[in-house]
């Protein structure tokens, strides 16, 4: 299961912190991490091939949606069996990836996603507001409900991913992934995972602003 399993990790300026993130998920058993470096000016790039990982990068900043199916793309092309995604700034923990894969294994499923609601996380209230927003807006745009919505961090299979191409650029590609859940009449489910929020996470991660403009393209596009 471990050598048949690809992490995607899209990255924008994570210089500081994507050799941890690389280095636990390497404790962690799994060795085919791709990092998708989304127009960085810093040395995220380089310190990531120095940790080991596949490194693919974008020249200018495309956005996570499209570098996250740039990352599914690519481990498509090496025989991946199961691809799990998670951000690189070490809100998630590489810890719960194993719990994630067996799930989808074991019970068979084409998605499972990582709910940050279930796992007793101190979620900061602009989080819980934009996941709000963003659990109405994917039960309007593809009639499933999800508790966590927003969550970069989940896994599906490879015939999944194959006939769900994202081409949302932004962070509405994960209301995308839900409503290619609903058109395939796929198999899913949520578990718990944890989340660890810092000054540098919230300022990186989604806005108010962010979450008006999702909402704008996800009408226009769906």
């Known amino acids: 299961m471990v050598d048949r399993t690809y992490i995607v990790l899209p990255a924008k300026d994570e210089g500081t912190r994507i050799e941890a993130v690389i280095a636990d998920i390497k404790k962690e058993g799994y060795y085919n991490i791709i990092v998708v470096d989304d127009g ?7 310190i990531s ?25 690519h481990a498509i092309s090496q025989g991946a069996h199961y691809i799990v995604t998670l951000d690189a700034d070490q809100q998630h ?14 019970d068979k ?22 996941n709000g927003i963003g659990n109405i807006v994917s039960f309007l745009a593809s009639g499933i409900w999800i508790h966590d919505s ?10 999944f991913a194959k006939k769900s191409p994202l081409v949302s650029a932004g962070y509405e590609f994960c209301i995308e992934i839900i409503r290619y859940m609903k058109m395939h009449d796929a198999n899913y489910t949520e578990v718990p ?25 996800i009408f226009r596009l769906f």
């Open 150 to 159: 927003q969550s970069g961090f989940k896994v599906m299979s490879a015939n």
């Open 93 to 106: 923990f590489p810890s719960d990836i194993t719990k994630l894969v067996s799930k989808l294994v074991d």
């Open 49 to 73: 091939e120095y940790a080991g990982a596949s490194v693919i990068r974008h020249k200018i900043n495309l956005g996570a949606g499209a570098a996250t199916q740039t990352g599914i793309s």
């Open 193 to 217: 995972i944890k989340v660890m929020y810092s000054k540098e996470t919230m300022e990186k991660g989604q806005n108010i602003g962010h979450g008006f403009r999702m909402i704008s393209r």
């Open 40 to 46: 960085s000016t810093d040395n995220t790039a380089r």
């Open 109 to 130: 499923l084409d998605v499972v996603i990582g709910n940050r609601f279930m796992g007793g996380n101190k979620i900061p209230i602009t989080r819980e507001f934009l």
